[in-house]
């Protein structure tokens, strides 16, 4: 049964600028080496008048995945990704993720949203502002950061898992490392739209 996974998270920097991150050949290069373990590979990269697709291939650890899929699987699991980004206007952006994993009858789909917050006066005087909701990553500043928050980040999708003899239970698993990847995946954009590389 497909279990569903949802994430939000603002940042103190416009969507634009992080919108130009996450479809930046470099940024993606650079990402997937830090985090796709010794597999990771930019696949493809376009760009036409229907947006910005591309699509990634980076290996999950063992020491990543839930113990108790290990002994169901073939060997190494790679996640092969394909991710589609559209710009709105200037100040809002959509798009879609899927993910199958190879060595996992199992599989991730999500729309995504990127969007500037309407600005209040209320707003930047509150000074949890730019904070995440709880149990979630900031996209583009640390947990403990105090600036307003300008742009949130939206993610809205399913995971499936073909393990009949295990119930539910992979779902549920493989959204925490879905969770997890998630979270890292937003602290090295902070990084990077930061300058540290």
């Known amino acids: 049964m497909a279990r569903r996974i949802e994430h939000r998270s603002t940042s103190h920097r416009p969507a ?20 796709g373990g010794d597999v ?19 290996r999950i650890p063992d020491r990543d995945l839930p113990a108790v899929l290990r002994p169901v699987l073939p060997g190494s699991t790679v996640l092969e990704r394909s991710e589609t980004w559209r710009e709105r206007d200037s100040e809002h952006f959509t798009g879609e993720v899927a993910g199958m994993l190879r060595g996992i009858p199992g599989s991730v789909t999500a729309s995504l949203w990127l969007s500037d917050l309407e600005q209040h006066p209320a707003e930047h005087a509150d000074h949890t502002a730019g904070q995440p909701e709880a149990g979630q990553s900031e996209a583009g500043q640390p947990a403990a950061g105090r600036l307003p928050a300008v742009s949130e980040f939206l993610l809205q999708g399913e995971i499936g898992v073909k393990l009949p ?11 925490r490392w879905v969770r997890t990847l998630i979270a890292q995946e937003c602290e090295f954009t902070h990084r990077w739209l930061s300058g540290i590389r």
């Open 165 to 175: 003899l295990l119930a539910d239970k992979p779902e549920e698993l493989l959204e």
């Open 40 to 58: 990771a590979e930019l696949v493809s990269h376009s760009t036409s008048e229907e947006g910005v697709h591309f699509r990634t291939r980076q």
């Open 16 to 35: 634009r600028h992080i919108h130009a991150a996450l479809i930046d050949t470099d940024y993606l290069g650079a990402r997937l080496t830090e985090l």
